[in-house]
């Protein structure tokens, strides 16, 4: 910088802080508002920020009350927080909790849809088909060339008088508050914002690093200025009352277009080059040695088509809540078939003739005793409801059934549940081992693999950025070169989940011990619990090849222990416990898959107790309810490990940015230990 320059900025800043030291600027140790403008030095657009609180990615949407007739500001929020609960067919407590639902107007161009064109005003928008290279969009097959994204800059919403009725359209697929609808709902409707996400930055990284030696991370980028488009689809209203489930789909009616609500995602990001090539490679190996793992993800794939089913197609059900018995009746249809047939399973069932199919019926609900089915709530009248499912919605089943075990629609389910568990996993691991700096990301992939290769993307949650995916960068470039040799156990590590651990030794404790020991022991205060739990953890670590460390394992003996005194208040329970336990174990192997509450209940309701305390103990819990199920089904479902594939304390975290529908039927890290052995 020339002489003259660098003394006119300095006499320009020490004629500011001049001003502020008179006496006029109380806090002259503050930095001076305004000071840019008085730098020669600095050519606009400079800005200084207003605020110092961090914008979330997607910004922020200013918010207009149009209620009355009347324009009020109530400020602005979150984009990603305002679209996830105020997209058309929203309603929720809000600003001085009043019920707030966005400006809903059905479509006049396209019958059950609705227009956005009062609901939001929109700042700019761009074709689909520009941005996206499918010919159709989302699940619900949305047309691609016909199709607009409006990202919007503010939302209308409206006030719902405190004690208004709802009337449900269903040829508009709308809910009136006047009356008019052919159908009263109890109240106002749950919601679950529909998304996808589309990458916009399509160029190579900024800065590339290629790791040294082969490796399950190939490369890493970083992108200072990486951008990414969440798109709205839909919202899935559930309505109570006659529970139904809808998606409200969206269009503009003035541009007839069909309409995607978006947000824009700013950051900066990494992006982990992940090499599947051996996992793949593995897969075929890994699922034929284990039928086990295979029989539960194609039980998690024919649950996943389910869901979509009736979400996406309306097909099986009216609404997802009936999922819930829905699920439990197929799996006690899977249990009952393959209890005489091994070889055989569900769709056995769907193979038979309507006559035949009532015949299981009754014998799952009888009418003379309250056993089987009839303890998980399931009654006479339920039956006749389960007559009229099956002629109506059977087919649909059969025709899931014929796609979850076709192969190649099952190899596609697993290399998308490959996906998933790597996002979730490596997530978990940077949180592990990066500290905050993992903790500040969000972390997206497209979930397809591509070359045998798979690109993960971890950005800032900052709009803009905020320095922490740069931080990770470095941190991968530091360790590489031990990358190599540690990251597969570091991988192995995150995912042995602390909840799977315990119940595994409880089921070891009272497999290799009476329960009349197992309740003496862990009823005194002596050292001997302790080291019973400390020698199944040493089995497990063997077992699993895995160090659970020093602070993992005292926490998991505490926690053993208070579990199991918990279950042993006597001698009774604690011989039923222990009968249900080998249960358990025998169930599986003769299933071929792991069981589950249903599966046990009906298990344990036809088989002899060798202990008779222990069915003392389950006659009297059958005779108790709890509501519409039995004591019993409550106790069977104390033995049931709590996390087999996926929960809370391991992968199953919360999305930043709301959860997609089904997205735990997409996760198992029991298959990624499996293939993390094989290579």
């Known amino acids: 910088m020339e002489r003259e320059m660098r003394l006119a900025r300095a006499k320009a800043a020490y004629e500011r802080w001049s001003a502020f030291r008179s006496g006029s600027f109380p806090h002259p140790y503050l930095h001076p508002p305004d000071l840019f403008s008085f730098d020669p030095c600095v050519e606009k657009p400079y800005l200084v920020p207003a605020t110092f609180i961090p914008t979330m990615v997607g910004g922020n949407i200013e918010i207009r009350n149009r209620s009355r007739g009347v324009v009020r500001n109530e400020g602005s929020e979150t984009t990603e927080f305002i ?7 929203g309603y929720k407590k809000r600003w001085n909790f009043r019920h707030f639902r966005t400006f809903w107007i059905p479509s006049e161009w396209k019958e059950r849809n609705a227009n956005i064109e009062r609901s939001f005003s929109i700042s700019r928008s761009q074709p689909l088909d ?15 060339n016909q199709t607009t994204i409006y990202f919007p800059d503010a939302v209308n919403v409206e006030e719902i008088p405190p004690h208004a009725h709802y009337f449900w359209e269903e040829e508009r697929l709308y809910l009136d508050h006047t009356g008019e609808g052919s159908v009263k709902v109890a109240r106002d409707p749950l919601s679950i914002a529909l998304w996808e996400n589309i990458l916009l930055t399509k160029e190579r990284p900024d800065e590339e690093y290629l790791f040294p030696v082969i490796n399950l991370i190939e490369s890493i980028g970083y992108y200072p200025d990486f951008r990414i488009a969440r798109c709205y689809y839909g919202n899935a209203l559930q309505l109570l009352g006659p529970n139904l489930t809808r998606v409200i789909r969206f269009v503009h009616d003035k541009d007839q277009q069909y309409a995607l609500v978006g947000t824009e995602h700013i950051s900066q990001a990494v992006r982990l080059n992940i090499n599947l090539k051996s996992f793949l490679a593995a897969l075929p190996e890994v699922l034929e040695k284990d039928p086990i793992l295979t029989s539960d993800l ?18 099986c059900a009216e609404s997802t809540y009936d999922l819930s018995w829905i699920q439990t009746l197929c799996n006690a249809l899977d249990f009952w078939m393959r209890q005489d047939h091994p070889d055989t399973n ?9 006559e035949q199919q009532q015949v299981i019926l009754r014998e799952l609900i009888p009418e003379g005793k309250e056993i089987r089915l009839r ?9 006749d409801d389960i007559v009229e499912w099956l002629t109506e919605h059977g087919k649909e089943v059969a025709e899931i059934l014929d796609e979850v075990y076709s192969p190649e629609a099952f190899e596609s389910y697993v290399q998308t549940v490959i996906c998933e568990t790597f996002q979730r996993t490596l997530n978990v691991w940077c949180q592990q081992f990066f500290s905050v700096v993992g903790d500040g990301l969000v972390f997206w992939q497209e979930g397809t693999i591509e070359n045998d290769f798979l690109s993960l993307y971890a950005y800032d949650r900052y709009q803009g950025g905020s320095g922490i995916s740069r931080e990770l960068f470095k941190h991968l470039q530091q360790i590489s070169s031990n990358l190599s040799n540690e990251i597969h156990t570091d991988l192995k590590r995150t995912l042995q989940c602390d909840v799977d651990i315990a119940d595994i030794v409880i089921h070891d404790i009272f497999s290799n011990f009476d329960s009349d020991y197992v309740w003496s022991v862990f009823r005194e205060p ?24 020093l602070r993992r394992k005292e926490d998991l003996i505490i926690f053993v222990r208070l579990e199991i005194r918990r279950l042993i208040h ?14 358990y174990r025998e169930l599986r192997e003769k299933l071929g898959r792991t069981p589950m509450i249903i599966d046990l209940l009906l298990y344990s309701s036809a088989s002899l107790f060798y202990d008779p305390r222990a069915a003392a103990a389950f006659e009297r819990y059958r005779t108790v309810k709890k509501g519409d199920l039995s004591e019993v089904h409550v106790r069977v479902g104390e033995m049931i490990p709590a996390c087999v594939d996926a929960c809370p304390e391991c992968l199953e975290i919360d999305e930043f940015y709301g959860a997609r529908p089904n997205a735990s039927l997409l996760v198992d890290r029991r298959l990624l230990l499996a293939l993390l052995e094989m290579i």
């Open 83 to 89: 679209l996830g609960n105020f997209l058309p067919g």
């Open 130 to 144: 520009e941005i996206s290279a499918g010919d159709t969009f989302s699940p619900l097959k949305i047309p691609a």
């Open 298 to 315: 194609q039980w998690k794939f024919f649950l996943l088509k389910l869901n979509e089913s009736v979400l996406f197609h309306g097909k």
């Open 346 to 354: 569900i769709r056995s069932f769907f193979n038979e003739t309507p």
């Open 375 to 383: 303890l998980a709530g399931f009654d006479l009248r339920k039956r």
């Open 526 to 549: 002596s050292g001997a619990p302790e080291e019973i739990i400390r020698n199944s953890l040493k089995k497990q670590e063997k077992i699993r090849a895995v160090d659970f460390g």
């Open 570 to 583: 006597s001698k009774e329970s604690a011989a039923m416990y222990a009968e249900l336990i080998r249960g």
